[in-house]
């Protein structure tokens, strides 16, 4: 049973254009919402996160959109760079818990 | 900086063999994991374990354990390797203060011919 679902699987973007990634989830448990990105040959890493009593949380280029009642919260790329092709989950958690429930990534490609 | 390394980035094992990847983290951090990465898939918890000598079953545990000695030591054991465990293994540890950061290391690729 998946417990958080993203899509899409991949992604190509044009430089300067905005990249969308969705996650969903059932577990109204979750209060923690991570996105990691991880680079080839390289290890996933802490790219931006939120909880859910905020509905958007921006860093830089990077935002995160949350929707509590939905279930669902996605990543922005905005001004999307050749240096932001990388693969990017998203992940939840649960108070008090140190596991991160994943979701399957999503290859994104930006082209120059 | 937090550092988590691993002991080998590749590694070639026969089927039935007994694997140890070894990971090391810097950063006197209580939690421990081991995931597998494979196409599709995402990452997927096989192990965990929230102090020394401590060990908590992940999503797909069957076919490996673990052991922690040492806080700082967390290994991956697979008893007898089989070609289906042939994937990227990837280790993580976090604090208990912020224990939804996880640091994650290099990862091991591993093949089981």
């Known amino acids: 049973q998946q417990q958080v679902k993203q899509s899409p699987q991949s992604l190509i973007v044009q430089k300067g254009g905005i990249s969308i990634i969705n996650c969903a989830y059932e577990?109204?448990?979750?209060?923690?919402f991570p996105w990691y990105q991880q680079f080839p040959g390289k290890g996933p890493a802490l790219l931006i996160a939120i909880r859910p009593d905020v509905s958007e949380k921006k860093e830089g280029r990077f935002t995160i959109s949350f929707n509590k009642s939905a279930k669902q919260f996605s990543l922005h790329i905005m001004d999307s760079q050749p240096g932001d092709s990388a693969t990017y989950f998203c992940a939840a958690s649960t108070r008090g818990y140190s596991t991160l429930t994943f979701g399957k990534g999503t290859m994104l490609l930006v082209s120059p | 900086d937090v550092k988590v390394t691993q002991s080998s980035r590749y590694l070639v094992k026969r089927t039935g063999e007994k694997v140890f990847l070894e990971c090391v983290q810097d950063?006197?951090?209580?939690?421990m994991f081991w995931y597998r990465q494979d196409p599709g898939l995402g990452l997927r918890l096989i192990y965990f374990s929230y102090d020394v000598k401590m060990k908590e079953k992940g999503d797909i545990p069957e076919g490996y354990s673990v052991s922690r000695e040492k806080k700082e030591r967390f290994s991956l054991i697979l008893e007898s390797a089989s070609t289906n465990q042939t994937s990227m293994y990837l280790c993580?540890?976090?604090?208990?203060?912020?224990?939804?950061?996880?640091?994650f290391g290099p990862g091991t690729r591993l093949l089981v011919l």
């Open positions: 577990n109204t448990a979750f209060d923690y």
């Open positions: 993580a540890s976090s604090s208990t203060s912020f224990r939804e950061t996880q640091y």
């Open positions: 950063m006197d951090h209580e939690n």
